[in-house]
């Protein structure tokens, strides 16, 4: 058990030892610096496992590899002194997203093989390379035992998106994109180093674990009415929770801060499948359910947590309703799901909410990556109006994609439909006691109809009816290295669900929801970090609709009914040989949903309109009064210079005669100051 | 009759002030040399002066380092003078003035 | 572990002694061979008797030899005295001499300096005639500097003085035939003979109010208060001295000769007068102030505080000194002139001294001074290796040089940085430290806190004009019409650079050891 904790640097560090290899070597190398990666997260999904074993025979480790600063700066509680610090922190949670992001890093790795290498695209060293420090920053996030060095690794997960999306940086709308992802992602990692900064200062710790955590001084300060910084302790928890939200918001891309994901679509279909399914936008939600100890100290933050990812759940459920390129639909259908995590977050739903990120990684990637094995079938096509018929050309392409559809619509017995489920029940009940929640579970469960209905149509549209185009007339042939990752993604999307089957549970009483337990600590794990833990501290009641049993028959069933309400009403629509542009009926509110609300416009007009006019006043500020102020010295010294230099004249007598001089005027300085002459 | 400390100073000051003098007014390398000399032999006056006074013969000793010193500095000198006149065809030290500012 | 031999007490003077056996070496082989020209023995004899020199400071010094206390040094082979305990400051000749921890440390830096200069020598004098002279002038030379750094009394420092400064003149004449040596050698040695007079006469009027020449004996007269009746005497008596002394560092107003002769002078000469000569100055500078005239005692009797002089000339010197290097068009002479800017920065050393306190801005003094000796001199050196290439003197003519030599541009950015005080590199700490003394110094005295701004504002200064140099080499593009023909890559001047580059360097992260070693140096100092 040892063994596995002492290796678990090596997870870490193999992807960034492949990020090395293939910068270096790649050009040399067989598959172009591929196989380094393969076999980096291959190791690193091997460890994980490992790890994850010793978790679940009774292990956590925390341990502090390497001290950068410590200060002996006094924080608001009275530490006397804080440290920043590398360490890895191995619990359940962190266990379970190991293996998560290395299997999902290993399986885009092999997946790319068939994506780039054999669409013979240039540049492939530095895309690999890429993909191992991507890999690389999302692992030292996930291991991170403190705050700071969640921050930092979260920071460089922005920056490795932001290369990834900007791959053919010789488009116009790849560099564009980045772009927008970096700027976007970056505003609300701005507020998330206020967080950082303003939690160090007021508990002298960034640690996530353990008496000396900030959730436990946090905790203790609420217990003690400590008034922090002229603010009650819990509102200061709220204030500082929601700062480092807001990093949350950016990264997993909820309302307002979303708008950068559609776009990044402009990256290879195999980052967007890393980007959505196990890094980039997983870490804002891992991030929450990291603390969620602390965030379960505020109900006013959970409440906002909740309310944000309900309503971004539905939010951008509508606008894949009307989107014809299959990425983009896929975007939205990310954004909606990772609002259902945070919703089942927001209402102290912990379980919910990381089995759901567990099932949403597993089926996300699978459709990301079928879409790049449609994408690859469509000779580069992405249109949706363009394909058709697609299911008997590529069967397993088509049968791994229904069970990722399946998966993502929430449809009995796929694993989506288990843990949004699971999400839905947890937002019910505690919305029956607290009816404000009951607006956050009516957006969540409307916005599965939605997705039913954008799904489907998304499988319909892409592979039944007649082919409409010569692409999809004659497809492109998929390899194994296309069709492994697909199917080991298939399974799992089909079957993960198996993890918690807490209705299951709750009928029948058979103890089966493994998470739940996995997730409590029962089989190794630190006591602060456990659901129970959170469980106390989360300070919602619950309600039932007459029984347990008979509420969660109630939302299992609206929510199964209306998914397949909104499967069905796609099937009607859209499963005919040469289906029509429904959509076009909808009239002006089609107009605004593919105008995604105008969020861009808006965010332009705050940019053009406010930031810009305040821009360029600092600038003119800085161009003349500071620039002046700056020059006008310059000029002055430089003039003072020509004079000074005209000392030297170049004749020694003159020297001797300054010389003289200045000797005599430092002797009467200090003979008068020294009274020598009286 | 012992003759005051006092008038010892003054003389080595007023040779000194003469050297000085000697010194800013020259242009001769060999004068401006010879003033110099002058100033170092001020000091030597008041070393010897000021070791009688004392009555210890520190004072004497190092007069006399200062006298060889001296003429170590003269040999040097003499020699960049030398190289002077070849290079500059006098020994006016305000000629050579190339380097400035 | 050997048990460790000791020597007798005289063999603490090793490392200037061994610089002058090495200059009589070489003075024998050229009497024997005077027209030899035999380059390889005689910069080899140079450079390995300037780094037994350096090797015996160093081993010294970690031997804890001079220092005291418990755990002074390591137990090594040989040692002077008891390593263990330390030996204390050595007192030679009736304290003529003393060997303590800032002597060896100002022996090392005029060893490194002295060692750098020899092996760049090899190339940059390539082809003159004279070359055993030259070997043998600059061991002398760099014997004197040694040796004032254990000079514990007026005659010792005088003497010390003239053997540093003699030869100085002669090598910066040393190219007979070209104009600008002879002129740079004149007007150095005219400076040089007027502030040696000054200097005499100021030790003879110490002597008069003293009666002592041996630092220790002035600094007890002056506390015993026999020396009252002589308060003017004596306080005209420290104001020449200073001048003396601010010849050497080449402080203003003392400064007229450097800008010239460090122009004019071959650069590895140049180069060992900015460095090495400078610090061999402000050595006797601090020991002189620190052991003969103690803040307090002084103070009673000429009724001034003599701080207040080196306040005022740290400021008018760094400002003088930047000012005027700031448009500057030949590259030699803007490093003369921030070598003038530099002795400012050390002054900071004694103008910060406060009577119960100093030792942190003292010792900041000292790592300048050896950070200096590397930076500095490696600037000199590129010099010398652009002349050596025959490019041209100016800034334009630097243009694009990085383009030929990238190893060598890249070593003058770290000079330049350095000098400027940026932070990855030796020159910022101690530069830091000095701004830091300057500013403690201030509560006592308000003054100082307008030495902590000029040494602000002259570092924004410097900066200007040192990056313009590195902007013309990396940045700004060659004349295509010069055709330039570079000759071969001279190994010494390199060897020389590189070696400064990485030390200047190096000394950030061994910057801990150094600046204890510096601090624990000035308090000795200042205590006894």
């Given at each position: 058990m040892e063994t596995a904790f002492e290796l678990a640097p090596a997870i870490v560090l193999l992807p960034l030892a492949a990020f090395v290899v293939a910068l270096l070597f790649g050009n040399y190398m067989p598959k172009k610096g591929a196989l380094a990666g393969i076999v980096a997260t291959a190791g690193s999904l091997l460890l994980s496992l490992y790890v994850m074993a010793a978790v679940a025979t009774g292990g956590q480790h925390q341990e502090t590899y390497f001290t950068w600063a410590a200060g002996d700066a006094v924080s608001e509680t009275g530490v006397p002194t804080i440290e920043f610090t590398f360490g890895t922190l191995l619990d359940p949670l962190s266990a379970l997203m190991l293996v998560i992001v290395s299997l999902i890093a290993f399986l885009v790795h092999v997946f790319s093989l068939g994506y780039m290498n054999d669409e013979g695209e240039t540049g492939l060293p530095r895309y690999y390379a890429e993909l191992g420090l991507f890999t690389f920053s999302m692992l030292a996030f996930v291991i991170a035992d403190n705050l700071l060095m969640a921050f930092m690794f979260f920071e460089l997960v922005g920056l490795c998106s932001y290369l990834l999306i900007g791959f053919w940086f010789r488009t116009e709308s790849a560099p564009s994109a980045a772009k927008k992802a970096f700027l976007v992602t970056r505003f609300g990692d701005y507020f998330f180093l206020l967080g950082v900064v303003a939690i160090g200062a007021t508990f002298g710790t960034l640690a996530f674990q353990g008496d000396g955590s900030f959730v436990a001084a946090a905790g203790e300060a609420i217990d003690n009415g400590e008034t922090l910084f002229g603010f009650g302790a819990e509102t200061w928890v709220t204030i500082t929770g929601l700062l480092v939200l807001g990093g949350v918001i950016g990264k997993s891309a909820q309302f307002p801060l979303h708008t950068w994901l559609p776009d990044a679509m402009e990256g290879p279909t195999t980052v967007s499948a890393l980007i959505h399914a196990a890094t980039m936008v997983a870490a804002g939600v891992y991030l929450v359910a990291r603390m969620f100890g602390y965030y379960a100290l505020s109900p006013t933050a959970l409440g906002i947590i909740a309310f944000v990812g309900g309503f971004t759940a539905l939010f951008a459920a509508t606008m894949g309703v009307v989107k014809d390129d299959i990425k983009q639909v896929l975007a939205y259908s990310t954004i909606s799901q990772y609002g259902y995590m945070m919703l089942g977050l927001g209402v102290g739903g912990y379980v919910a909410g990381v089995f759901h990120l567990m099932n949403h990684a597993f089926f996300k990637a699978l459709l990301f990556l079928g879409a790049g094995a449609v994408i690859v079938l469509m000779h580069h096509e992405q249109d949706m109006w363009k394909m058709g018929g697609l299911k008997d050309k590529a069967p397993i392409v088509y049968y791994t994609f229904l069970a990722g559809a399946l998966a993502l619509a929430g449809i009995v017995p796929f694993s989506g439909f288990w843990s949004k489920d699971e999400i839905l029940f947890d937002a019910i009940i505690v919305g029956l006691n607290e009816p404000i929640f009951l607006a956050a579970y009516a957006m969540g469960l409307l916005a599965v109809f939605f997705t039913g209905f954008y799904t489907f149509r998304m499988v319909f549209l892409t592979?039944?009816?007649?082919?409409?185009s010569d692409a999809a007339r004659d497809p492109h042939p998929v390899s194994w290295n296309i069709k492994f990752p697909l199917l080991t993604l298939g399974v799992l999307a089909l079957?993960?669900?198996?993890?918690?089957?807490a209705p299951v549970y709750k009928l029948t009483g058979l103890e089966i929801t493994y998470l739940e337990f996995w997730l409590d600590g029962q089989y190794g794990g630190y006591a602060d970090l456990t659901y129970s833990a959170y469980g106390d501290t989360v300070p919602f009641g619950t309600d039932y609709i007459g029984s347990e049993t008979i509420t969660l028959l109630i939302a299992a069933g609206l929510g199964l009914g209306l998914a397949v309400g909104g499967a069905v009403f796609a099937m009607v629509l859209y499963n005919v040989p040469e289906p029509e542009p429904h959509t076009e009926n909808l009239g002006s509110a089609r107009t605004v949903l593919r105008s995604n609300y105008y969020q861009d416009e808006y965010q332009v007009w705050l940019a053009e309109n406010l930031t810009l006019p305040l821009a360029r006043a600092a600038d003119r500020f800085d161009q003349t009064v500071i620039d002046g102020v700056v020059n006008g010295v310059s000029s002055v010294s430089l003039f003072g210079s020509g004079r000074m230099k005209r000392l030297q004249t170049g004749v020694v007598t003159n020297y001797a005669a300054l010389l003289i001089v200045g000797f005599i005027v430092l002797l009467v300085v200090l003979g008068v100051l020294g009274g020598w002459f009286v | 009759m012992t003759v005051g400390i006092e008038y010892y100073v003054l003389l080595s000051l007023a040779l000194f002030c003469i050297g000085l003098f000697g010194v800013l007014t020259r242009r001769n390398a060999l004068m401006f040399l010879m003033s110099v000399e002058l100033m170092l032999n001020a000091a030597n006056i008041n070393l010897i002066a000021f070791a009688f006074y004392h009555g210890n013969l520190t004072g004497q000793v190092f007069a006399l380092f200062t006298m060889a010193l001296a003429a170590a500095e003269v040999a040097v000198g003499l020699g960049i003078i030398l190289v002077l006149y070849r290079n500059f065809r006098d020994v006016d030290v305000t000629v050579p003035s190339e380097m400035r500012w | 572990m050997i048990d460790a031999f000791t020597l007798p007490e005289w063999a603490a003077l090793a490392p200037p002694l061994l610089l002058a056996l090495t200059a009589l070496v070489l003075f024998a082989y050229d009497s024997i061979n005077p027209r030899s020209t035999n380059r390889p023995v005689l910069a080899g004899v140079a450079v390995v008797g300037a780094l037994a020199s350096l090797v015996t400071a160093v081993w010294f010094t970690l031997a804890g030899t001079g220092a005291d206390g418990p755990d002074a040094g390591y137990d090594l082979w040989f040692v002077v005295g008891d390593s263990v305990t330390g030996t204390g400051a050595i007192d030679l000749f009736g304290g003529q001499l003393v060997v303590d921890q800032m002597a060896l440390f100002f022996m090392i830096v005029v060893a490194v300096v002295t060692a750098l200069v020899a092996v760049a020598s090899?190339?940059?004098?390539?082809?003159?005639?004279y070359q055993a002279e030259y070997y043998s002038l600059l061991l002398l030379a760099a014997t004197g500097m040694s040796t004032m750094a254990a000079a514990n009394s007026l005659v010792t420092i005088f003497i010390a003085l003239e053997l540093a400064s003699l030869p100085s003149y002669a090598l910066v004449a040393i190219l007979k035939d070209n104009r600008g040596s002879v002129e740079a050698g004149l007007k150095y040695f005219l400076i040089g003979a007027l502030s040696s007079a000054i200097f005499v006469y100021g030790i003879s009027l110490v002597y008069g109010a003293t009666g002592h020449l041996q630092l220790e004996a002035i600094a007890e007269m002056i506390a015993t208060g026999e020396a009252d009746a002589y308060s003017g005497l004596l306080g005209l008596g420290i104001v020449m001295l200073i001048g003396g002394f601010a010849f050497k560092t080449a402080s203003v107003p003392f400064h007229f000769w450097a800008p010239e002769a460090y122009e004019g002078a071959p650069a590895p000469i140049a180069a060992f007068l900015s460095s090495a000569s400078k610090a061999a100055g402000f050595v006797i500078l601090f020991r002189v102030f620190t052991t003969?005239?103690?803040?307090e005692t002084t103070t009673a009797v000429i009724g001034l505080d003599w701080t207040i002089a080196f306040i005022i000339l740290a400021i008018v010197t760094m400002t003088v000194g930047n000012f005027a290097a700031a448009?500057?068009?030949n590259v030699k002479r803007m490093l003369a002139y921030s070598s003038v800017g530099h002795a400012g920065y050390a002054l900071i050393g004694l103008a910060a001294l406060t009577v119960d306190g100093g030792e942190l801005v003292l010792g900041a003094a000292m790592m300048h001074l050896l950070v200096y000796g590397f930076m500095n001199t490696g600037a000199f050196l590129f010099v010398g290796l652009a002349e050596y290439w025959g490019v041209g003197r100016t800034f334009d003519a630097y243009n694009g040089l990085a383009a030929r030599a990238p190893v060598a541009c890249a070593a003058l950015a770290v000079f330049m940085f350095s000098l400027a005080g940026i932070p990855p590199f030796g020159g910022f700490w101690s530069k830091y430290f000095l701004f830091t003394g300057a500013l403690e110094a201030a509560s006592a005295n308000s003054a100082l806190l307008l030495v902590a701004a000029a040494l602000v504002v002259n570092s924004a200064l410097s900066l200007y004009y040192y990056s313009r140099l590195v902007k013309a080499v990396w940045i700004n593009d060659a004349d295509p019409s010069l055709d330039r023909d570079f000759g071969g890559t001279p190994t010494g001047l390199y060897a020389a650079i590189l070696f400064a580059a990485v030390m200047t360097v190096v000394l950030l992260p061994a910057f801990g050891p150094v600046a204890d070693l510096a601090i624990d140096a000035a308090s000795a100092v200042l205590v006894s």
């Open positions: 592979f039944h009816g007649e082919p409409r079957v993960a669900g198996i993890a918690n089957l | - | 090899y190339d940059y004098m390539a082809g003159h005639a003969a005239f103690p803040l448009t500057q068009q």
